[in-house]
């Protein structure tokens, strides 16, 4: 049986707390192929058990049971479950994270990311750039300056585009003669059109809390890591790459896990509260790192339970009722919208804790959509920027070059970072 562990998991209710890992069992998780019968984690001979009960009677039809997809549950269904045991499946149905029903062909070797940059880090995480056939255009006209995915394959921008996220050239992505196409999940209507125009199967992934099906955003216990980890499943069932996806996820949890285990044991009373904003008048409600690295994000408390990372206008008054230890700016580069120096030539914030001790630091946050890669890389640096002395010998560039190189197969990706962006380095 396949199975996940995850460091935490954050409890919305309150977005203070952290559950270590040894309170928490394994991760278990519904594998969104029709054929999957019992609903577990995992398409086997027990599916064909549980179908041959349906026939008879004496089980309950379940949502994946119809395996290959005909309205009707009968012997045609366990002869398709065979074939997917086997690997012998022609196609497969299966839900993707905008909730839609797809029928996608067996083997994938063309793929046509057609969105935002959740898909194409996907593909390249998972071990499948030979797959991906074209690209949003956003990559073509993106400084290569601030995209890690960018930086670690220049060659993506050497491919034809396939449009704009709400705009995709149909003629263009057919004549990629792509097996599917991927989509980010915050356009499933660009999913719909383009699938419809075109014939091609289109898969919508994400890992932009944001934009998450239903059933995640209403589980309190689920994380932005777990929704990540859909993301990973789908694609990697997709693609052929389901052991890529679970060696990926278990690296994940075990680096969570180094930072965990500390941050887990410290008092709440000892943990910074962070302020975390884009702007002047707009804080991060949502920010998972945060509170894995042992911080209190002290915007959590106005959040809605959707998971959205929106940002929340805020006054500064409210930044003053806060008083954080600590404020985190988002900015990736050298130049800034909004920088440390706004804040501290901010007449109005000079009373505030994080101004008067210059506690202000830029991160590198999601941008441009959340990378699970420098996800967890900031876990590391954000440990240390609020617990120096329990991370005293942790040198962050080197784990977060290791953690880089592991997502994306190349060396020096952190050391790359630090040189094109105005993030904290330790002496």
């Known amino acids: 049986m396949k199975t996940s562990r995850i460091a935490v998991l954050m409890v919305l209710l309150a977005p203070s707390m952290l559950l270590t890992a040894a309170s928490v069992a394994t991760e278990d998780f519904v594998i969104k192929v029709f054929g999957n019968a019992n609903m577990d984690e995992t398409i086997d001979e027990e599916d064909i058990e549980y179908v041959q009960g349906i026939i008879d009677g004496t089980n309950v039809e379940t949502d994946l049971a119809d395996a290959n997809y005909d309205g009707k549950i009968d012997e045609e269904d366990i002869a398709q479950i065979e074939l997917v045991i086997n690997g012998r499946e022609k196609e497969i149905t299966i839900i993707d994270m905008a909730d839609r029903n797809v029928t996608v062909p067996r083997p994938i070797e063309r793929v046509a990311c057609i969105s935002t940059l959740d898909e194409v880090r996907t593909m390249l995480q998972l071990e499948a750039a030979d797959k991906i056939v074209g690209v949003t255009d956003y990559i073509a006209k993106s400084d290569p300056a601030r995209l890690v995915c960018v930086q670690a394959y220049p060659e993506l921008k050497d491919l034809p585009s396939t449009g704009a996220d709400d705009l995709p050239n149909m003629e263009q992505i057919l004549s990629l003669k792509p097996d599917i196409a991927f989509c980010s999940a915050q356009f499933p209507s660009t999913a719909d059109s383009v699938q419809e125009k075109t014939g091609i199967p289109v898969v919508c992934i994400t890992h932009s809390p944001s934009y998450v099906p239903a059933y995640m955003r209403d589980d309190p216990t689920r994380t932005p890591f777990e ?201």
């Open 227 to 427: 929704q990540q980890f859909e993301a990973y499943r789908i694609a990697g069932k997709v693609l052929g790459k389901e052991d890529e996806a679970e060696n990926l996820i278990s690296y994940i949890g075990e680096e969570l896990d180094k930072v965990t285990d500390v941050t887990s044991e410290i008092p709440e009373g000892e943990k910074p509260k962070v302020f975390f904003t884009r702007s002047s008048d707009t804080a991060v409600t949502f920010y998972d790192p945060i509170l894995l690295s042992g911080g209190i994000n002290v915007a959590s408390e106005m959040m809605p339970l959707t998971g959205s990372t929106s940002n929340l206008k805020i006054s500064k008054e409210q930044i003053i009722l806060w008083d954080p230890d600590l404020i985190l700016i988002h900015g990736f580069g050298k130049t800034h919208t909004y920088s440390v120096e706004n804040l501290l030539d901010d007449s109005d914030l000079q009373l505030v804790s994080a101004v008067k001790n210059r506690a202000i630091y830029y991160t590198k946050g999601w941008y441009v959509g959340w990378d699970p890669a420098t996800g967890l890389a900031e876990c590391f640096y954000l440990a240390k920027l609020f617990h120096p002395d329990e991370f005293e010998d942790l040198d962050v560039e080197a784990e977060g070059n290791a953690i880089l190189e592991r997502f994306y197969g190349v060396e020096g990706l952190y050391t790359w970072m630090l040189e094109n962006s105005d993030l904290h380095r330790w002496e």
